[in-house]
């Protein structure tokens, strides 16, 4: 017999309108912050990006993991830049096209189903990436951020938004709490790790941002609506899965209040 999975399926996740995660969303966000994002990413972490990135109505924009869509709506409504998305699950890309749509600016938002390890777009194509609190489903990290060199242009600057963690050997049952957190497997890196794989990839790593108090009260609002809405969560994700997962927010402020455990926005630069 199959095991039974164990973790929140993403495709029941990017879902936006089903009844548990409308419940979810107006405990977590106020009407004005709530653009569709799925992740611990605040308007203010985007503001941040449009403006260390430089973002400009003349730049093209490369979102990996770009989900459904509620940040690329955001950075082009604000900007008037180009972004086209990658992303691999097929309800994401679904969602982010009608979000993007309703926010009238799909003229120069689009989104692609793929891996982001192996992108479907010529070498050199884009001026700048990005990405948001998606860098810990891949394994390779170096891989995926050799890929992200190659659509770059010459001196393309890559700016992600990460969780990252200082874990050791003897954290055997905090990994296990976060695993069983997702359906996709979690591989989580330090900030010394990520500086050392984009520097194995060719990119220099210009600026580091660390958030830690107000990303505590992300995590700990995701939590709080988990356990708020746990029986309507339950019907569409299993109790099982939404034990898990309220386990999940639980280990994760174990981590930030012990000073292992914070969100980073990394800035790098591609070689000219």
Not at 25 to 44: C, K, M, N, V, Y
Not at 73 to 98: D, K, L
Request: aromatic share 10%.
């Amino acid at each position: 017999m199959p095991q039974e999975q164990i973790g929140v399926d993403y495709s029941e996740l990017h879902r936006l309108d089903s009844p548990a995660n409308r419940l979810i969303r107006e405990s977590i966000w106020a009407p004005e912050d709530d653009i569709g994002q799925q992740s611990f990413t605040t308007l203010a972490y985007m503001d941040e990006v449009i403006h260390r990135l430089g973002i400009t109505g003349d730049t093209h924009l490369l979102d990996v993991g770009s989900g459904t869509g509620g940040p690329a709506a955001y950075i082009a409504a604000r900007t008037g830049c180009r972004i086209t998305g990658v992303e691999i699950n097929e309800v994401g890309v679904e969602v982010a096209a009608s979000l993007v749509a309703k926010a009238g600016v799909a003229d120069r938002v689009d989104f692609h189903r793929g891996d982001a390890l192996s992108m479907p777009f010529a070498d050199g194509g884009f001026d700048m990436a990005l990405s948001l609190n998606v860098m810990n489903v891949f394994e390779d990290k170096v891989a995926l951020f050799r890929e992200v060199r190659r659509v770059l242009r010459p001196g393309g600057r890559w700016m992600f938004l990460s969780g990252t963690f200082d874990l050791d050997e003897g954290d055997a049952d905090i990994r296990r709490r976060l695993a069983r957190g997702y359906l996709i497997p979690q591989f989580y890196d330090s900030l010394d790790g990520y500086k050392a794989k984009l520097q194995k990839a060719g990119f220099r790593v210009d600026e580091v941002l660390e958030y830690i108090s107000d990303f505590r009260t992300q995590v700990g609002r995701w939590g709080a609506a988990y356990r708020t809405h746990r029986d309507a969560i339950a019907v569409e994700q299993g109790e099982e899965n939404t034990a898990s997962h309220i386990d999940y927010f639980d280990a994760y402020l174990s981590m930030i209040d012990a000073g292992r455990a914070s969100n980073h926005l990394i800035l790098s630069t591609a070689p000219a």
